[in-house]
């Protein structure tokens, strides 16, 4: 595996990627999303399948960043219908887009090799 990864690093794909400073940026940013997604309990600031925590009061909250409409800094995002933070709900749907990627991934690896092997 280290010799595959030094095989890579060493060749015009990995030297482009090194030398992109675009490239760079956007693969950090990808890994930033993932991380996020796969430590969503811990990054997420609210749970947005927990009913106890709903305020209804909350709901329909603009963005922070529009605090002249009444937007708070506890919901980044602003919050739906129901008073759930919109900021954890994306934060909760990209682990959920993980797991149906891998998972199709997976399956078509297993389907793939089982009729390969016929």
Known sequence: MK??????????????????PMAIGAAV????CVFCSV???????HNPFDLTTLELSDA????AWNAAD????????GTDDQGRDILSAVIYGARISLIVGFASVILSVVVGV???LL
């Open 3 to 20: 010799k595959m990864l030094f095989r890579w690093y060493d060749s015009d794909v990995g030297h482009s990627f090194r030398t992109s």
């Open 29 to 32: 940013i990808a890994l930033i």
């Open 39 to 45: 430590f969503a309990g811990w990054v997420a600031p």
């Open 60 to 63: 329909r909250l603009p963005p």
């Open 70 to 77: 009444g937007g708070i800094w506890k919901y980044p995002l």
């Open 114 to 116: 089982g009729l390969g």
